[in-house]
């Protein structure tokens, strides 16, 4: 199965960037699109990122999504401290049909 | 605006059985395909089970954590989305999320989740 590989947190300090790395142990992610969730503290996940790089009607730009052959990288600019949450990745592996996800990172604006 | 109202969690012992309901609205519920996702507490997200938008149940798919003691369902006619749970350990202890995916059939892409509802196993 695969198995999506997340840094457990992240920091830095308001206006600044970050990024979030998305690593799979096998090369499935390179046939599989990535989304990203933002979970903030009491709340549901809400969808950032999908397909890779595509954003949902509301989400501002400051956020960004990439992917190469194994591995997809969030991206948030201007950092709020709103911002402070759990991130995951997540993709749907094709040939074992499940769901996956990362371990999630938080993120933590300093 | 998209809705998905949940119900039926609480607690119950080991070796019962939980039914959650998941109802929506705001957008066409049959067209679109329909997912569980739960978070064990302080824990990441895992994906639990799948169905395609037309609820046949030949292409239901399940984690192997809960395949053969959860079924998913759906009954398009009344815009609702089910998870019966049988067998239930501790380990199944989470909140759980109903949540819709864009498409028809399984994308690995929630757009809208459920408020969540909390299961809670006891020993």
């Known amino acids: 199965q695969s198995v999506l590989t997340q840094p457990p947190s992240v920091s830095a300090a308001p206006g600044q960037a970050v990024t979030i790395s998305c690593s799979e142990s096998s090369s499935n992610i390179g046939n599989n699109y990535v989304s990203w969730y933002q979970q903030l503290p009491g709340t549901a996940p809400k969808l950032l990122i999908y397909e890779n790089n595509k954003r949902p009607s509301g989400i501002p730009d400051r956020f960004s999504g990439s992917k190469s052959d194994t591995s997809a990288t969030l991206g948030i600019t201007g950092l709020q401290s709103g911002d402070e949450a759990d991130y995951y990745c997540g993709t749907w592996d094709s040939s074992l049909n499940v769901g996956v996800f990362g371990g999630g990172t938080k993120l933590t604006v300093l | 605006q998209v809705q998905l109202v949940q119900s039926g969690g609480g607690v119950v012992q080991a070796g019962g059985s939980l039914r959650l309901s998941c109802t929506a609205s705001?957008?066409?519920?049959?067209?679109?395909?329909m997912h569980w996702v739960r978070q064990a507490p302080g824990k990441g997200l895992e994906w639990v089970a799948f169905i395609r938008y037309d609820g046949n149940n030949e292409y239901n798919e399940y984690a192997d954590s809960v395949k053969g003691r959860f079924t998913i369902s759906r009954d398009n006619s009344k815009n609702s989305l089910s998870l019966q749970m049988n067998c239930l350990r501790t380990e199944d202890t989470a909140v759980y999320y109903c949540?819709?995916?864009?498409?028809?059939?399984?994308?690995?892409?929630?757009?809208?989740w459920g408020q969540g509802i909390l299961v809670t196993v006891s020993s």
């Open positions: 705001g957008f066409t519920f049959s067209t679109y395909a």
């Open positions: 949540t819709k995916d864009p498409y028809r059939s399984a994308s690995g892409i929630y757009d809208y």
